[in-house]
């Protein structure tokens, strides 16, 4: 008896840059669980267990099916309520604000600093799909739509700045340790550091200091994992 | 021995309209306790208690002051325990970040909606600081920044993108009651309900639904307030 999360990838296989995978991946971590990630990519979705997934992560837990990244985080916490991810319901909740606040505040800026990047780094039957759904999305190519990793670093560095407040009065977005919230960001943050290899902060920076003390948890899980470059 | 909150004002001393008040206020409201609201104008506020106060709102719980919004709040709770408005650690540092959120995402498109009308409902003594610190802050005039509610109402519902997806969740930013992150969010928000008298959002706007909830708690306390319009 496993657990199986589903995990994309990139052509790379051991490439997993997904911030919603790396959000499930960090939230399992805690909980001690023998986890074993399943690489698939885009196109592979469709195939995944039951065949009714749009997107992974999707978690297995001894035929247990649960989809969606934050699913996954309160589905954990239900059933194995040890070292909480939320331990609250009003953390639950505004988790969902934090989630939301990094999906449409961050994610646009780092898409601009790397979309083209991930394009490249998928298998190629992924990149059709890829090319089609995202320029779709932003009513640009994908050439047109990334601009860089430096000509959006200010915008990141200011749409963190809710991140930085929190951080000046508690060591983790969790408060004295690290919750779900944590992952959240974090998970946002090592999409953009797992296809560029880098985060362009500050090194004084409080939001880069607190992503080095993500890279550290759970035996430096992250820290060890396949970068693209 | 009474409990005081300085609590901004405008040349109608009944106006009271300050975002932070309003969190103040709404944290102060569940404990239970008799308080007494002190109308303080801008240029009132150097004079307030110890003289060493640069902003409102300013609690004194018998001699003990308290500056800061959300200091107020973490204060009360550790003061009367009773009818928690965070309730555990994680909830503080996700409010620390939906406050910062708050201010830095929500408040300049509500200063664009009204900023100038602000400016003519204080008193002729707050008016010439006010628009000095506020012309410099925005570099341009208050009748150059304010370009009003409609034409700013489509970037309000898009800012609160992030307490709309947390809404299609709980009946409250706290979960399954208000705590603080709730109070922070309506303090924005009923900021431009004291000046302006409404909230542009669409009807069926989950958020909107939200802000009523919320103008019916403690016996409709916020609902019950001076409208400047």
Redesign the interface.
């Known amino acids: 008896m496993t657990i199986s999360l589903y995990d994309l990838c990139g052509a790379d296989r051991s490439l997993r840059f997904s911030p919603y995978c790396w959000r499930a991946r960090m939230a399992l971590a805690p909980k001690g669980l023998a986890v074993e990630t399943v690489a698939t990519a885009f196109t592979e979705i469709a195939a995944v267990e039951d065949g009714g997934c749009k997107s992974v992560p999707v978690l297995n837990d001894n035929g247990h099916i649960v989809r969606d990244s934050f699913d996954i985080a309160v589905y954990l916490d239900e059933a194995y309520p040890e070292k909480p991810l ?16 990094s999906n ?2 961050v994610h646009p800026i780092l898409s601009r600093m790397m979309i083209k990047d991930i394009h490249d780094l998928l298998v190629p039957a992924d990149q059709g799909y890829f090319r089609e759904s995202r320029e779709k999305r932003f009513g640009k190519t994908l050439e047109e739509a990334q601009t860089g990793l430096e000509a959006n670093a200010e915008a990141l560095a200011r749409a963190l ?6 951080l ?3 060591d ?5 340790g690290p ?1 779900y ?1 944590d992952y959240i960001l974090f998970g946002s943050l090592n999409w953009l550091v797992a296809i560029t290899g880098r985060l362009p902060l500050p090194e004084d920076d409080a939001v880069a200091a607190w992503f080095e003390r993500c890279l550290d948890l759970h035996d430096g899980l992250a820290r060890q994992a396949k970068r693209a470059t």
């Open positions: 939320f331990g609250d319901d009003g953390v639950v909740a505004a988790a969902r604000l934090i989630e939301s606040w449409t505040t700045t809710p991140a930085r407040h929190a000046g009065h508690f983790w977005l969790g408060g004295a919750l919230t």
